[in-house]
């Protein structure tokens, strides 16, 4: 088995980033399968925790745990949602109007619960974030309830039928506001199915990564895994299909291969891993930049692909600025923040 080490995965960095383009680029032009990015950030995000906490050699308290999340997740997320709060007003004149009320709404934001079932109505205000709310809760349950000792068995169980809960009741993957059972909500449910699959895509790499029959192995996966990965995009008739299953165990396969950066195409994208520094800058800033790019360049006044350009390389350099100067100072704070809060509980 491997042993735990302190390496960062620069191929999945990268990947991590390239998955936020393809987010933004979705939302941009919503009519295809790009949704399915979330899905690869749900199975990586369990990968890399899994790396970071679940087997690192000191375990972390759950106060520890908690506190080293917010500090990673809350400041951007606040500094975002009160950017797109005043683009929003300078846009239209007010604020953001939602079914459930503005400030039922502005409070589920504070709070990481507007995507827990509060609001069935839908996406609200910064919307993307609504999977960073699902990420925090999943993340608290994964430091409560899996150890190092449970079964993987149990873990796939979990993760399988919340798959078919979701394929039962919505047929396909761009799901996240809908309660099933009236109060098992949706997009919960896919962020931990995802996240477990990255759990167990971890304990894959940590038991056959330094294989030499796996490594040579990655370079064939690593190709054919990304060709399966478009057959399930763009293989489809419209827009959402029951092929989004299949993705997440796909997610999976790639996760794992591409971890070890063994393979031609792995240690190409690794070049790139800088994305994966912004990626959170880059998913979060992604409406606020739309925005703006619709309210001065209609859509009706200029060319779709000029438009496009403008706006990835907008979101880049805002991303670039909102990690340097947002996003890095106030991660640093809540981490010394919570090193002394945890100091003195202790």
């Known amino acids: 088995m491997r042993s735990h080490s302190l390496s960062r995965f620069l191929t999945l960095d990268a990947l991590r980033g390239a998955a936020a383009l393809v987010v933004a680029i ?12 979330v899905d690869f950030f749900f199975v990586l995000s369990g990968f890399v925790l899994s790396h970071t906490y679940l087997y690192r050699k000191t375990p972390l308290t759950f106060r520890e745990f908690t506190l080293r999340r917010l500090a990673r997740l809350y400041p951007l997320h606040i500094f975002t949602l009160l950017i797109f709060m005043l683009v929003w007003i300078g846009i239209h004149g007010q604020m953001p109007i939602q079914p459930d009320g503005t400030l039922f709404t502005f409070f589920q934001q504070l709070t990481f619960t507007q995507n827990i079932g509060l609001n069935p109505s839908g996406l609200s205000w ?11 809760w999943v993340n608290i349950a994964f430091i409560l309830f899996v150890v190092r000792t449970t079964r993987s068995s149990a873990i796939f169980l979990i993760a ?43 304990r894959f790499y940590l038991r056959f990564g330094e294989d030499n029959f796996w490594k040579r192995l990655t370079i064939y996966i690593e190709p054919l ?20 299953f299949i993705a997440p165990f796909i997610f999976m396969l790639i996760v794992t291969s591409f971890a070890g950066e063994t393979g031609l195409i792995s240690r190409y994208i690794s070049r790139f891993h800088y994305l994966g520094s912004i990626s959170y800058s880059i998913y979060l800033n992604q409406i606020i930049v739309l925005l703006l790019v619709n309210h001065f360049m209609p859509k009706q006044e200029s060319p779709m692909l000029v438009r496009l350009a403008v706006f990835l390389s907008l979101l880049i350099v ?8 947002v996003e890095n100072p106030l991660r640093s704070l ?12 202790s």
């Open 318 to 325: 805002t991303s670039h600025f909102t990690l340097t100067y």
């Open 334 to 345: 809540g981490k010394k923040l919570s090193t002394g809060i945890g100091r003195q509980s």
């Open 225 to 244: 895994s990304l060709v399966g990965l478009s057959i399930v995009v763009f293989s489809r008739t419209g827009k959402t299909s029951s092929y989004d």
């Open 160 to 202: 399988a039928t919340g798959m078919m809960v979701i394929y039962w009741n919505t047929g396909h993957l761009e799901t996240q506001a809908a309660n099933y059972f009236s109060y098992l909500n949706s997009g919960l449910l896919r962020g931990l199915s995802g996240f477990l699959l990255g759990v167990l895509s971890y």
């Open 26 to 37: 979705y939302h941009f032009s919503p009519s295809w399968a790009g949704y399915l990015a």
């Open 126 to 136: 910064n919307y993307p974030s609504w999977s960073i709310s699902v990420e925090f």
